[in-house]
């Protein structure tokens, strides 16, 4: 199928078949969309959580559940992915120029006017501007799911402080939106896409 036809194919699953895991090899293809997705200054200032549905997790992702207004997608999904924003964003950007410089210090150096740049938006960044990240990995995800077939639910539906607390998140992560990973159930309704037309959308100038 092609990109277009995956994605009119895809739907906010509610209910997911709890007997279909979605395997390892898929999985870690839509972790590298979400590793691969762009972000501002590159710093990928977010942190992805990935809970798998074992019975190790069951009662973790019951908890999460009942922060989620008991919808289904929680804790029938084979994976669910939880997005944070982070909001150490001095320790981001030194943890990004170490890795862009190779931890070398002259290399390092070398790179401390763009360094500097990038420090001088420091007092511009915050939990908005994180988040925002999040959300585009997000999509990156979806479409990746969409590509392989895997249904998927994006969802910001839930108790976010409660989420925080059930993981046990450190301070420096906000939990800002999730996504449920695996294969539609059975008796789930197909939902039909309500989309406004292109021309009511968009405008070429
Ligand atoms: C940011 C965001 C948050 C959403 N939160 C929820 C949610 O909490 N629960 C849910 O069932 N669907 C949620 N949705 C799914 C939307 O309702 C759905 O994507 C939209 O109606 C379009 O339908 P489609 O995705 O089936 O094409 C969310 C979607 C987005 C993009």
Avoid at 35 to 43: D, E, H, I, K, V
Avoid at 148 to 170: A, N, R, T, V, W
Wanted: charged share 25%; proline share 3%; net charge negative.
């Amino acid at each position: 199928m092609s990109f277009t036809s995956n994605l009119e194919w895809r739907y906010a699953t509610k209910k997911f078949d709890l007997n279909k895991k979605v395997s390892t090899i898929d999985l870690e293809k839509v972790l590298e969309a979400i590793r691969l997705a762009p972000t501002s200054y590159g710093l990928q200032a977010f942190h992805l959580h990935v809970i798998e549905n074992t019975p190790k997790n069951l009662e973790t992702l019951r908890k999460l559940k009942s922060a989620s207004w008991e919808q289904a997608q929680i804790d029938s999904c084979s994976h669910l992915l939880v997005f944070s924003a982070r909001t150490d964003f001095a320790k981001s950007i030194d943890e990004y120029f170490t890795l862009l410089s190779g931890a070398n210090q002259e290399a390092r150096e070398r790179l401390s006017a763009y360094e500097d740049l990038v420090m001088g938006s420091l007092p511009r960044m915050n939990v908005e501007w994180s988040k925002k990240q999040t959300y585009l990995a997000l999509g990156f995800a979806l479409a990746a799911a969409a590509e392989l077939q895997i249904d998927s639910c994006p969802m910001e539906g839930f108790d976010h402080e409660k989420f925080h607390e059930i993981l046990g998140l450190p301070e420096n992560l906000v939990v800002s939106a999730i996504m449920p990973l695996g294969y539609r159930a059975e008796d789930e309704k197909v939902r039909t896409k309500t989309r406004f037309k292109k021309e009511d959308l968009i405008t070429m100038i």
